[in-house]
């Protein structure tokens, strides 16, 4: 059983690279996580392994620390989760925010993630939601609820300014992306700062 490799990377592609250990090269899947901290082609790299044996294959995946194997083998032990669909999910978002998605049941944000359907994102927080409390840090939990907080309060007036933007004569689609826009870029999401930039972002 495979549980680490540290050696040379040959290949590198966004969901799984080639490294290269003593001359045999593993060819071992990651998240997209992983992927970005991981080094250039010709680089060395170390890597926490789980093995994934079945009948017919024999497959490797991959985590830079222990907190994301951890995540994903919690991953795979829901029903219907498969170490593909575990990659995939961690791939989604960065693992503090997985982590409270389901610890807050935000299916919202869950079903966003590619192959991840309403059903499948209920078995992740009824399954999960105690289980992974461990891999959760209070610092993430308050940036997280507060980022949630202002979210929530940008969702709430944002038809408001679209529809002020609507009445002015521009076109709903157009409002939006400048609401949009203005939303994700500025730090003041109250309603008079947001309407004002999206009015600047329109004029441009």
């Known amino acids: 059983m495979i549980a680490h490799l540290s050696g040379r990377i040959i290949h ?3 969901n799984s690279i080639i490294i290269d250990v003593g001359g045999v090269g593993y060819e071992v899947n990651i998240p997209l996580s992983t992927f ?4 250039e082609v010709g680089s060395d790299a170390s890597l926490r392994i789980h093995t994934y044996v079945r009948e ?3 497959q490797l995946f991959g985590f830079r620390t222990g ?3 951890e995540l994903f083998l919690r991953l795979t032990s829901v ?5 593909k669909l575990a990659i995939t999910v961690l791939s989604g978002m960065p693992v503090d925010e997985l982590i409270m998605a389901i610890r807050t049941n935000d299916l919202a944000r869950l079903t966003a993630i590619p192959g991840v359907g309403r059903k499948t994102a209920e078995r992740l927080v009824v399954e999960l939601r105690d289980k992974i409390a461990a891999l959760s840090s209070k610092q993430a939990e308050e940036e997280y ?3 949630t907080a202002v979210q929530a309060v940008a969702d709430g ?3 408001d300014i679209v529809s002020a933007l609507v009445n002015l004569g521009w076109q709903k689609a157009v409002a939006e992306r400048a609401v949009t826009a203005a939303l994700k870029e500025e730090k003041d999401h109250s309603f008079e700062y947001i309407l ?9």
Not at 196 to 204: C, V
């Open 79 to 83: 029903t219907g989760i498969g170490p």
């Open 67 to 69: 907190r994301e194997k």
């Open 56 to 58: 017919d294959a024999i």
């Open 145 to 147: 609820r507060a980022a």
């Open 36 to 39: 970005y901290d991981l080094g």
């Open 12 to 14: 590198k592609q966004p």
């Open 157 to 159: 007036f944002k038809e």
């Open 196 to 204: 004002k930039q999206s009015l600047k972002r329109l004029y441009r």
